[in-house]
């Protein structure tokens, strides 16, 4: 059961929305109390947001690598297995955002 | 520019930016309800389904890698339908001013919330006897839950009665 004191989803409260263009979205959300243990929403929308972000920084560590590798020609038609699998990873997290953004700033 | 559109990939780029301004736009202007959902989760194949064929290139691989991917799609977004379809009724303008009665499980779950701001029977203040008080840290929903303690009735309201 979802408390109703935070109905709003994070994008859609005016306020929200002016905090956030002034601040991070963390700092402006914690800033009011909200707190992983505000509620089910909350709890899911921190951990969520959180777990991506980190694959986001994995990601362009992966993205800086193939480039300097790239640059050094580790990569052509003999192999392209490592570039191939960083590309892939990337786009996963892609893919994995598509589903996610939805969910917690659009659903309701 | 005509090499620009030969490039699958380029294509698929150009989709998911358009795709991305309609979610956008549902967010923006608070689209709610079973078709604001099902629009959604519309937009959420046809993007994911163009970065797995043609970002991720499984396009013309074999059948396993497709149904392993898409198949993946589909069982996410049918599990988030399943999710929004046995989950609460919600209202369809939550942005009504409107007081409406909060249902006794909400107030319930208030008062043993950390965060919230309880005011107990009798206490000093401008928060009248009997009455539970409930604060949102921000937005123009009713943010107090009121608890009549004379026969229990919650409500919500935008302000303290005076």
């Known amino acids: 059961m979802e408390d109703c004191r935070y109905r709003r989803r994070p994008g859609q409260d005016p306020q929200h929305r002016r905090a956030r263009d002034v601040k991070l979205e963390y700092a402006a959300k914690f800033g009011e109390g909200i707190s992983f243990s505000t509620n089910t929403f909350y709890r899911f929308y921190i951990s969520l947001t ?19 590798k790239t640059r050094q020609g580790a990569y052509g038609s003999h192999d392209a297995h490592g570039l191939e699998s960083g590309a892939a990873y990337w786009h996963m997290v892609d893919l994995l955002w598509i589903v996610l953004f939805p969910l917690v700033y659009v659903m309701r | 520019m005509s090499t620009f559109f030969l490039n699958p990939a380029n294509r698929a ?67 988030i339908l399943l999710a929004y379809a046995s989950g609460p009724a919600t209202s369809t303008s939550p942005k009504s001013m409107a007081p409406r009665r909060c249902r006794k499980q909400e107030c319930m779950s208030q008062d043993v919330n950390p965060t919230s701001v309880l005011v107990k029977r009798g206490s000093p203040g401008q928060v009248p006897n009997g009455s539970t008080r409930i604060r949102q840290p921000s937005g123009t929903d009713p943010s107090i839950c009121l608890r009549d303690t004379s026969n229990g009735e919650r409500t919500w309201r935008n302000e303290w009665p005076s």
Do not use: S
């Open chain 2, 13 to 79: 780029w150009l989709v998911l930016l358009v795709a991305t301004g309609v979610t956008w736009w549902l967010g923006d202007v608070g689209a709610a309800g079973t078709d604001a959902i099902l629009a959604m989760l519309a937009i959420v194949f046809i993007k994911g389904r163009l970065v797995i064929l043609d970002f991720m290139e499984l396009r013309g691989t074999p059948p396993m890698w497709r149904l392993l991917f898409e198949g993946w799609l589909i069982l996410v977004g049918g599990l």
């Open chain 1, 50 to 68: 959180f777990f991506h972000f980190m694959h986001v920084i994995l990601g362009m560590a992966i993205l800086a690598i193939l480039w300097v």
